[in-house]
């Protein structure tokens, strides 16, 4: 095979900061490009492997993605320009910002490695950072910083520009993770039958084993090793964030917390002098998406796009689930990993274990980019053991987009050549939900459900319910604190009631 058409994956580079004062710790854009300088010199000669980038991907910075963490200290106005101009990677041309997702570091990769097979381009960083603990602290401390920055251009966008709740759900209250994802863990608890009680348990022990491992992880944020009753407790120290999920079962996302991957030809490594056992391939790789809008899905305890994404993945790399030695499951909130593990095949139990980074509530979930610390920590693994395989799934969304990479030092027998996603995307896309109306009125049943708090404790619930006519409809409850608590104590999966419509807002009534 022409060397200048094979991609390999070279450096890697992951960067925590815990500095604590806000004037000293290193602004968002100064914490990225010590990973990306990390990276580089995971390669080899640092400055060289820079000189030597034509392509530079960074990954959209929540503040630039969420209205939940919008930055009060200014913006960058071409981020990856910023990021260039500080790394010295004057031959960088291709300078490209993300639109938001948790899917785009797995994406860009195996975008970029099409691109290489073509060339298109030569060498290339996937990078991105946080640093929302130091903004955090800063706005706590009255701190005034400065991050604005203004190199000019415009940078490229990769991805879809499309936030991920409708309008329907928007006046309904469920605009955000933290809103949509217990929702989907609920449905799973009734497709699971098991009780309040239990699934609680059934989400601790699932995600003991992640606190377990980033325990382990000098760079994680959370190391105290949580039990599963700890983590399934409610405590002052961890209460519900939105039923029924606790604060510790919840993606962190205030942490300062950096990674790069670079990648490019086997030629242009051989080239730069890169040692050969720097090298890790992609063997296989899927990307897809299911009904872009929660209320659309033909259910919410499955993935289809997540079963399509493995299924190429695996099929692609010519190996199976069971032959990965390593796992890193996308675990923003517990749903996202047992909706991996069913559509998947794998046991929660997993003697291999579901991660090697702890996760991002214990490891930390540095908004759209948790994905490119995975994979770097992938390479460190299959490198520690050369011929061994390790899988990165990555999640968008409300377990709406899915990637996927395989990943080992071997190289591969056959061309780098995934199948075009579309064939598989038309397969989910066909596959309806039922009906949607967005004015309900008259008996209804509950589907599933989410009860949202705030400091002071229950504050409102969100409902997805069914009409006699098997109609679906989003619903708030009235705010009456009773009930609320009710919710949470008694199974209201399936619970009767009446929802009836008035000025743009549904609301269901139990009994």
Known sequence: MDETRIPVLVGSGQVTQREPDPRAAMSPMDLTAAAAREAAKDAGDAAKVLEAL???????????????????????????????NRLGATNAKRLVYTHPGGNMPQWSINRMFEMITRGELEAAMVVGGEALATQKAAQRAGIDLDWSEDPGGEAEAWGVDK????????RHRMAGAIFAYPMIENAIRGHKGESIDEHMMTMGRLFEGFAKVAADNPLADRREGYSAEQIATVSEKNPFIGFPYTKLMNSNAFIDQSAAVILMSVAKAKALGIPREKWVFLHGCGDAYDHWYLSERINFHSSPAMRHVSHEATKMAGKSIDQMDFLDLYSCFPSAVQIACEEMG??????????????LPYFGGPG???VTHSIAEMMDRVRGRPGSYGMVTANGN?????????????MPEQPFAPVDPKTYQAKIDADKGPQVVEIAEGDAEVETYAVLHDRKGPSYSIVFGRLGDGSRFIANTPSDPDLLLEMEKVDHLGAKGRVTHADGLNTFVPG
Do not use: H
């Open 346 to 359: 794998i046991p929660e139990d997993d003697p291999r274990g579901l991660t090697v980074t702890g996760g």
């Open 54 to 84: 034509d392509t530079i991907v960074q990954i959209r910075a929540f503040s630039d993605t969420s209205w939940r963490f919008v930055c009060p200290f200014g913006q960058y106005r071409n981020p990856p320009k910023s990021l260039a």
């Open 163 to 170: 936030r991920g709740w409708n309008d329907m759900e928007d």
């Open 368 to 370: 759209n980019n948790y």
């Open 398 to 410: 409300y377990v709406t987009k899915q990637s996927a990479g395989i990943y080992s030092t071997d």
